[in-house]
């Protein structure tokens, strides 16, 4: 497929070019830019659903939440010179293949000398609103609060996602690269462990680590030569949150309520129809709430479901198979990529000694 | 007071300018937040474009606000990331919904030790803002329990 007029700009929006803006940020420069474009484009604030920024200095999900766009897609587009052209591209990619309907590609520079002269650096609120109030470190925090949200609104409990933890333990055991491999703990350990921050306990929360992920992607025609049975890729979807906890609707929702209908919708298949999932887990309230956003256990429901069901390889409905990011550790953004990773082996049938029965269809989030 | 105080103050490194009126409203114990006039709301934090309206900074408009809201959620920090907190823990970091709509993070003040490692808070608790003069040149709002 190529573009050959399948991808169109329909709108444009300019700032005047001056040396400095002062009082300006890039957040404000991009946002006034945007304004001019979306009007442009006689489209309203809320159809764009895709963002594109030049990725290094403006990070795409920060400009989202700052403008307070409820985008499904966002990415960044780091060439240098060439990134609103290359930005382009990418939207046309996006638009092309129902990532997207309507994505807004937004580069600025402020060029304010009371931030620095170059508008290097893309600091956002948290020393300014949210460190005199000592947060837990990165992303606890907010998970804490989640957690006690959702233990408030569906009755879910300490003792019930302790599973999650006890349970990817388990899996990781045999799992040669994880990190706790050889190390069991049980679901009263990690009812032991100390909090962090209420309520999340040491055991539920990931560790960071070192470490790499990568696949081989090719075409189904090759795939079908390979000496490897394939994994093949029937859907995906993309999606983030539409705001931060200061504005968005329920905390306690994630963005996968919006990436697995499209990956669904895309595969042809149900969330009834899987056989096990390799999910996202920095947290034992993340991948809970993610499991229940992806369909795969109704909304509320998830303490009860790992209360009742055996999630570890050799149960009913494997999750994490290799100890997930919670046991196997969590080599930074490769992370969530380990998730591709596992759910292609155990597709593949090479997963050694927790190898799986079922294993045609799984559900993956990273 | 100054000299003590460890902790981390606010650091205003997004944009100064636009943040300042908030910082004037506490440090005389006010609340001042900005309304979207186009979308008819509050937000915060402080921007220079209204969130999911993108109204443009001439129709966002500075306003004194009750200072009065409700517990939305809250951890209680056992490990603070900053260290300069850690002889302070375990205390608690909550998301306040305040009643003009908006929400806020901050300390919940005047709650024992042992009210806090109980779990006592509860979600829809009623609070309002008090103001700590945390060195000469900043004041940071915190929130204490009220019973309407």
Redesign the interface.
Known sequence: MSFRGEAAIIGIGELPTQRTYL???M??LL??A??LA?HDAHIN?GDVDGIITEGGITYPAFVA??????VRFATGSSMMGASGATGVALASMAVMNGLANYVLVVIAQDRNP??GGGGE?F???A????????????A??GY??????HM?LYGTTQEQLAHVAANQRFNALENPNAVFKGQPITHQDVLDS???????RLLEVVMPCGGAAAVIVTSAERAAASLNKPAYVLGGGTGLDD?G???KPE?TVSPVARSAPIALNMSGYSPRDMQFAQFYDCYTILESMCLEDAGLVPKGEIGPFFESTDTTYKGEFPINTDGGQLSAGQPGLAGGFRHVVEAARQIMGRAGPRQIERNDLGMVNG | MTAEYKKAVPKPTLNPEISAPFWAGTKKHELWIQYDKRANRFFYPPAEIGPGSLTPIEDLVWTKVSGKGRIHSYTSIYQPAMPAFAEEAPYVHALIELDEGTRMVGNIVDMTDDEVRNNTLEINQRVEAVFVDITPEWTIVKWRRIDD
Request: proline residues 9%; aromatic residues 14%; without cysteine.
């Open positions: 009082g300006k940020s957040p404000g946002g006034d945007a304004r979306i604030v939440e700052y403008l307070g766009l409820s009371a931030l650096g600091p956002g609120h020393g300014e609103f949210d460190f005199p109030y000592g947060p837990a470190a990165g606890n925090n804490g609060q989640i957690y006690q949200r408030e100390r909090y962090v921050n209420y309520p999340l705001f906890a200061l504005q905390i």
